[in-house]
Structures are given as C-alpha cells and as structure tokens.
C-alpha cells in the first residue's frame, strides 16, 4: 500500500512542478519538489530508507499545505476569489501533495509500530 501511495505522491510532485513551471519558472521550487517526490519513492522500496522518506513526504506536506494557504490568502486580498486555470491547478497539485504525504507518513508510521510488535 505504502508504494502505491507512494507512486501517487511522485505523480502529484510532477504536476505540480509542470504547474509552477510553467507560471513560474523552472526554479529552485521545481527542483526541490521533483527531487522530493523521486526520494519519497524510491526510499519505499529500500527499508533503511522508508521511515526517512515518510518524513521528507510529510515535510512536503507541510509546506504544501501552507502554500496553498497563502495561495488562498493571496486570492482573497488581491480583491476577487478568482484564480485562472495554471492557478487552481497548482493549487490542486499542492492539495495532493499535502493528502499524499500525510497519507504515506500515516502508513510508514503504522508499518514502523507493526513491524516492532513482531
């Protein structure tokens, strides 16, 4: 289950990133955010590493859900609650990220008391 979870937040980083590529840029956020979403998953696979990637996932949760946040913020006091198509898709993107990511940290952390149970 942890992978497939997995997989979906590599997606949700991809999206994002082409989302804030093409408003922004390919800058340091694009970076950041792909690199997270590879080591998210490939750290499911090894089991050294799969305790750290449920931290990175959950990290970047965070921080998505405080961009999107701030991405509402930035909406409502701009005078109209209207975001264009590139914005709500980003935001979109971060959701995902943020429900992905604390989904995988929930997992990794019920494999982690599971595994020490036995």
Same mark, same amino acid.
């Given at each position: 289950?942890?992978?497939?979870?997995? &997989?979906?937040?590599?997606?949700?980083?991809?999206?994002?990133? &082409?989302?804030?590529?093409?408003?922004?840029?390919?800058?340091?956020?694009?970076?950041?955010?792909?690199?997270?979403?590879?080591?998210?998953?490939? %750290?499911?696979?090894?089991?050294?590493?799969?305790?750290?990637?449920?931290?990175? &996932?959950?990290?970047?949760?965070?921080?998505?859900?405080?961009?999107?946040?701030?991405?509402?913020?930035?909406?409502?006091?701009?005078?109209?609650?209207?975001?264009?198509? %590139?914005?709500?898709?980003?935001?979109?993107?971060?959701?995902?990220?943020?429900?992905?990511?604390?989904?995988?940290?929930?997992?990794?952390k019920k494999?982690?008391?599971?595994? %020490?149970?036995?």
């Open positions: 289950m942890n992978k497939i979870v997995a &997989a979906l937040f590599t997606i949700s980083c991809f999206g994002t990133a &082409a989302a804030s590529n093409s408003l922004l840029g390919a800058g340091m956020w694009f970076f950041i955010i792909v690199a997270a979403g590879i080591f998210v998953t490939a %750290s499911q696979f090894h089991p050294w590493f799969r305790e750290l990637g449920g931290i990175a &996932a959950s990290i970047l949760g965070m921080i998505s859900v405080l961009a999107v946040l701030l991405t509402l913020l930035a909406a409502t006091i701009g005078g109209s609650f209207e975001l264009g198509g %590139s914005e709500a898709l980003l935001v979109f993107g971060f959701t995902m990220i943020a429900i992905f990511g604390f989904l995988l940290a929930r997992i990794n494999f982690k008391t599971y595994s %020490s149970n036995q």
